[in-house]
């Protein structure tokens, strides 16, 4: 179901009703974040990651997500993506009949232990098991490696190490590796080497990059990573996912701000950037959640702009 | 006074006390514009746009910029600029001693048309005597060539025309060209290329790229500029700037989002990111003018974070 990657196609992968909106102080109903998936499909999303199988008492914005998968219509032309954090969350995504599975693990010891209570390794050998899994039961599968261009706990972060670990994953059977800028913090050059040498080493449709807007660079490092060869892109509708406790504070790379690079780069995404900002401003009335993205914000003042 | 071009070498041309506080709602008095400045030099902004000459009736934004100029200290390191429309606002730039003039023109016909009243060829004219005028009195001069990459009332923009206006104004005796993407419309393939163009032909001493970050686009655009070879660019402390019918709406590409990517390519501004910041930070406060820079919201939200 994977699009081709020819030169200019560029695949889009939604994160925002999953990594949006687990990092905003709003929570939605299930109808709402249903509603929300409906319009972005409409507006031409192929991959969206739905929901997450965490606990609720560490992530009640993904409360329900079994809900969510439950009410969306089945359909040949969009891969429902399940955040899995371990063997319990899997069981869970397996009983709502998810295909298609997200793991996560980070480049970061440090933040591996704060986030998963547990080292690299431990969490690799997990993997092994949930991959196989999931390759036994012929579902598609990817995994996220968090801070590969910088940690908050770290520092720098060696990118050969996120090579060996992504290169362990795609050896356990994941089917892309998509690297997490999770800060905000890679720089254009780094981004457009590191990306060079993972899209080389793995081959364009196993990799991914996961970009935050954290410090205004998001477009710029996509634009980068796309000239060194880089066809799939993980972004939120509204840049939304910024921290709770600082409002406005930029998320994910915003949707709209990636089509409208990709569009400007004759990059086919098969999704309309306007459709996709006006779900941003259906989603900043009806869920009070405040919208980051500049193209948003622009596109959405010209319309009052009258 | 300019700085010299080595490779690295990146000259920030600051346009906030005027480019950006002509286009907020909120009008700044005389001593807290003379403030604005003398932070911006203390940390570290060699060139500043302290003034505009329009008659108040328009701008009222720029009203008394003649006070603003008198109460400045001179110094011999930073380079205090005039905004000039016409005749009657140079007479009385040159009254308050200024010796460092910016002239514009608009690259469309109809733009001009509405902006100045006049077509490019009459606006041309009256550009050649003022230019003289400020040769023969030894001053340094720059002129905004506006609509570079499109325009709101003709669409695309032919680059041949921005360049044979540009190489009449620098006939004419002008210091430099500064390429002004207006409505922040350029995308960058095509900025990449015009630039590359526009260095080539003038040298890098002689040409600055004035970006809006209207769509999101002001630092990509950057980035793909100085790889073209430009090594001069305009830009707004917070990127201060946007339409004042849409807050926060952005404006000019903000100083400290242009100076986090420089620094990141190791290019040398001589201006301190964190400094500009606080600077930003201390307009919404004491200005109450929304600050768009995404590098501002994280670096203070940083800050409150604590």
Redesign the interface.
Known sequence: MSKESTESAVRVFEVGPRDGLQNESEILPVEQRVQLIERLIAAGSKDIEVGSFVHPRWVPQMAASDEVFQQLKPRDDVNYWALVPNMRGLDRALDVGATHLAFFISASETHNYKNLNRGISESLDELREMLTIARDKGLTSRAYVSMVFGCPYEGDIDFGRVMDISATLIDMGTDMISLGDTI?IG???QVRRDCKRAVDTFGVDHVALHLH?????G??NA??AYEAGMRCFDSSVGGIGG?P??P???GNL?TE?LL??MD??DADTGIDVAQISKIAAWLEQEAHITI????T??LQ?QR??I
């Open positions: 905000g720089k254009p050059l807007d954290t410090r205004g660079m477009v710029t634009m980068v921290c406790f600082a406005g504070a930029a915003g701000d409208y690079l400007s780069l980051p993205s500049r193209c914000n622009y003042s009052n702009d």
